[in-house]
């Protein structure tokens, strides 16, 4: 009895750990080789049930113009990920309900800046409010989020 007990919860560990790798959402983070907010905000999005892949680049300007970025809402990094665009410290719980919502029009979600307190962005306990922007392709923005709001 004890062996086919150990043999179901093995089981039942494969099961759950196979879930979980099922599960990830797949995309690339387009990054500076040398910014330490960029990897915390991977880090992040790790934690959070994603599986990214890196591209450095010294000059990320043209990854964000073809992906529709505007100046105004640039930040340190931008992602693709599930056919859309997201730009710099877009907390994952955003990025999910964005996904999982096919919001029409929109192409993606932008922090604009490094706020304080945002992903990848915490200091001690500095918390900066800042919005999360969703944008079309034509730059039209509108609020998605707040955080970090008094």
């Known amino acids: 009895m004890k062996n086919s007990m150990k043999a179901l919860f093995a089981i039942s560990l494969l099961s759950i750990s196979s879930l979980s790798v099922a599960k990830a959402i797949k995309g690339t983070n387009y990054q500076s080789p040398s910014c330490g907010c960029c990897t915390e905000w ?18 990320i300007i043209p990854v964000k ?50 706020p304080m307190g945002s992903p990848g962005m915490e200091y001690n306990n500095q918390k900066d409010p800042y919005e999360v922007l969703a944008f079309d392709e034509d730059g039209k923005t509108m609020v998605w989020s707040r955080h970090n709001q008094s």
């Open 65 to 114: 113009v073809d992906l529709g970025i505007q100046p105004q809402y640039a930040s340190c990094h931008t992602a693709e990920i599930g056919g859309y665009t997201f730009e710099g410290h877009v907390p994952a719980e955003e990025i999910l309900r964005f996904i999982e919502s096919k919001p029409e029009r929109m192409i993606g979600l932008a922090v604009p800046g490094m």
């Open 42 to 59: 991977v880090d992040h999005m790790e934690e959070n049930g994603f599986d990214l892949d890196i591209v450095y680049k010294q000059d």
